[in-house]
Nanobody
Framework: QVRLVESGGGLVQAGGSLRLSCAAS????????MGWYRQAPGKQRNLVAT???????NYADSVKGRFTISRENARNIVNLQMNSLKSEDTADYYC???????????????WGRGTQVTVSS
């Protein structure tokens, strides 16, 4: 199994910055894509940003130019630098990775438990 530990959430004023990190551990033969999703109260979970093994990134339109995703392959860490935060960025942020646990495994999705980000206006 793969365990994901998220950190870096908290309360910040609008216009401020936060940096989220997610460390994956466990049985990992190959780490494929890594990413962040968020879920605001009463809403569905949506993609924020993803990064693949070639460092190609994909961002939600609402965060382009403000958020930057990066990964540290040697330590199986994915980071999300969030700048110019807005009240509408308030949500629970979830780390997601796609992993092949063994060389015989199909790629499998794993989710973190989430970290809360609150942006006060």
């Amino acid at each position: 199994q793969v365990r994901l530990v998220e950190s870096g959430g908290g309360l910040v004023q609008a216009g401020g910055s936060l940096r989220l990190s997610c460390a994956a551990s466990g049985t990992i033969y190959q780490m494929r894509s890594m990413g962040w999703y968020r879920q605001a109260p009463g809403k569905q979970r949506n993609l924020v940003a993803t990064i693949d093994t070639d460092d190609r990134t994909n961002y939600a339109d609402s965060v382009k130019g403000r958020f930057t995703i990066s990964r540290e392959n040697a330590r199986n860490i994915v980071n999300l630098q969030m700048n110019s935060l807005k009240s509408e960025d308030t949500a629970d942020y979830y780390c997601n990775v796609v992993v092949r646990p063994t060389k015989w495994s199909e790629p499998t999705n794993f989710w973190g438990r989430g970290t809360q980000v609150t942006v006060s206006s």
